[in-house]
Nanobody
């Protein structure tokens, strides 16, 4: 299983970015994905949950509520994170995470991370 994240970059405070993360397998197929989410890790800090979506339920970290929106496209095995009103404290490497059941693999997987920098 591979999770390919994209969409990070440099943005000014108050700006927006949209992250994407697509799950794929080299052999076989993905049967279903129980949970998909985004985490982030800032320099010198522990990795923290940003948002997670599972079976219709969605949870956000308090620090991003009202600014970030997580969504998923089950047909594309892809999860998105729309980030609005970005703040310098949102600067971090963002990782996608998914709990996947595939024909040849089952488990909890992480993407490679995408850098988000909020700075003027």
């Amino acid at each position: 299983v591979q999770l390919q994240a994209s969409g990070g970059g440099l943005v000014q405070p108050g700006g927006s970015l949209r992250l994407s993360c697509a799950a794929s397998v080299a052999f076989g197929s993905i049967f279903y994905i129980n949970r998909m989410g985004w985490y982030r890790q800032a320099p010198g800090k522990q990795r923290e949950l940003v948002a997670v979506i599972a079976s219709g339920s969605i949870n956000y970290a308090d620090s991003v509520k009202g600014r970030f929106t997580i969504s998923r496209d089950n047909a594309k095995n892809t999860v998105y994170l729309q980030m609005n009103s970005l703040k310098p404290e949102d600067t971090a490497v963002y990782y996608c995470n998914a709990d996947i059941v595939a024909s040849l693999e089952v488990g909890d997987y992480w993407g490679q991370g995408t850098q988000v920098t909020v700075s003027s």
